[in-house]
């Protein structure tokens, strides 16, 4: 089972553009809270990609917020420094999701990588708030400055693609109609998914994800169109919720047999200079 992020819809066969992978890598992350306070963690990444990845924190990072990960990333995943030993980089914060791990509070968080610039609005104004505008070439977030900090939903979003079976339920018809497809994003109420099937407002379907066995019921609450692209349903589950607390503990695992990079010590060592 397989967990990626979603970069953009696609009318071509493999909808994923960039995998995460687990990893044993780890990060040293600083946040800058504010002109006079800045602290740093060192933590294990979950996931990795070359525009983002996954981690979790002893305290938390705000949703919009910049924050910098310096780490000995694999040179494929690299936008730019291949050849030096770390790598830094600047990170917009996409969720905070307070969780446990063995019974102690952790905080799961999720950046978007942006490059190693550090805007000239950041160093004027550490919290300041920013989203995601777009994609550069080099396949790097680009950013800009948000004018009200994010407002947390009732039920935290995650942009994660699971590999998920819907069927569409017709009364009228024999043919039980299926199509094995994979998420957008979900959240514990609901989750947005690529799909053809002819669903419409209204309609209910069944929701199957196999790698986290979880089986739902659900009502399809808008059906969105593009032009060259897929459909995609978004779908709010019937009488029941999304195990997060699943995903979440799926993403920390390492798979046996991995022959993925250990961690190197010296990312500990390592303090990224802000000016």
Sequence with gaps: MSYSNIIEETSAPEHRTVQRVPT??????????????????????????????????????????????????????????????????????????????????????????????IPA???????????????????????????????????????????????????????????????QNLSASGVSVVCSLDSEVGDKVKFACKGLDFYAMAMVRNRKEKEGQPPTLHLEFIETTFPIERLLLAQTEQPKGSDLPPPAAKAAQFEYRWD
Excluded at 141 to 162: C, D, G, Q
Excluded at 164 to 174: F, P
């Design 24 to 117: 044993e890598l780890k990060t040293i992350v600083q946040v800058k809270e504010n002109d006079a306070e800045t602290w740093k963690e060192v933590t294990k990444v979950t996931t990795v990609s070359r525009n983002g990845a996954g981690f979790s924190l002893m305290r938390p990072c705000k949703v919009g917020r910049l924050v910098t990960l310096v780490m000995p990333l694999d040179p494929q995943l690299r936008a730019y420094d291949e050849t030096a030993e770390l790598y830094p980089v600047m990170g917009i914060v996409q969720y905070c999701n307070k969780g446990k791990i063995e019974g102690e509070a952790v905080y799961h968080v999720g950046v978007g990588f942006v490059g190693k610039q």
């Design 121 to 183: 609005s950041f160093k004027a104004d550490p919290t300041q708030n920013y989203r995601i505008s777009g994609m550069a070439k080099s396949g790097l977030w680009t950013i800009t400055e948000a004018e009200s900090a994010f407002k947390a939903r009732k039920h935290p979003r995650y942009w994660i693609a699971l590999d998920v079976m819907i069927t569409q339920l017709r009364k009228d018809k024999k043919e039980v109609n299926k199509e094995e497809t994979f998420t």
